[in-house]
């Protein structure tokens, strides 16, 4: 049988733009918050009430980003009378683990992006006002295409130049490499930090099941 050849992981932020944008969640993350903008352009009404949408989605990203991270990627098949029920993010998320350069896996599943933008458009409407939904709607999308973006570059082969990112990246890398069970934030550590999910990488052990998570 021959191997399947990948193509070379990008080394460069250009080479990291083209190909990420190749990919289906971008571009749908990227039409929903082009038209975001212009729906958000329509509505009008720019007040100081409508930061406060910008304010809640960035407090709350990253205990939303942990939180999920914990309980959904990393969730393992439950059986039940016999039956075992399983996610296609679940599942995917372990494949992601035993192949973290494997980049089509960084990316979520088409099922799963469906219920991102629904549950985005349904939280929107608990927000007063139409400018202050659609302030919402600008921010979450913008939020989720910032983690596609930051979960997609820490696994390309692009380095670090500044040290916030370099923050991120090393936390990712050690949850891939070192500890499966700490360093659950892409976007942002506050998360980990707050739970107690940060510690130094020569803090914890270096765990035998970092790239086979049970149920894979």
């Known amino acids: 049988m021959t191997a399947t050849t990948r193509a070379p992981l990008p080394r460069t932020l250009p080479e990291a733009r083209r190909q990420f944008v190749k990919h289906r969640s971008p571009r749908i993350l990227m039409a929903c918050l082009a038209l975001a903008v212009l729906v958000r352009v329509f509505v009008g009404d720019f007040t100081w009430w409508n930061v406060v949408p910008f304010v809640a989605v960035v407090a709350v990203q990253p205990f939303l980003e942990w939180t999920l991270h914990v309980f959904v990627l990393h969730a393992r098949p439950k059986t039940i009378a016999g039956h075992t029920f399983d996610t296609v993010?679940?599942?995917d998320h372990r494949l992601h683990h035993a192949d973290p350069r494997d980049i089509p896996l960084i990316f979520i599943p088409a099922r799963w992006l469906i219920y991102l933008i629904a549950s985005v458009l349904l939280v929107g409407l608990l927000f007063p006002t139409?400018?202050?939904?659609?302030?919402?709607?600008v921010a979450g999308f913008a939020m989720a295409l910032l983690y596609?973006?930051?979960h997609f570059l820490i696994h390309t082969d692009?380095?670090?130049k500044t040290r916030p990112y370099r923050h991120l990246y090393d936390n990712h890398r050690w949850h891939h490499y070192r500890n499966e069970h700490y360093w659950f934030g892409i976007t942002s550590t506050i998360g980990d930090q707050v739970l107690r999910t940060a510690p130094g990488r020569d803090e914890v052990p270096v765990s035998a099941t970092a790239k086979s998570l049970p149920g894979l």
Do not use: I, N
């Open 148 to 150: 596609e973006w930051s």
């Open 130 to 137: 139409w400018p202050m939904r659609t302030s919402f709607y």
């Open 89 to 91: 993010v679940a599942r």
């Open 158 to 160: 692009y380095k670090p």
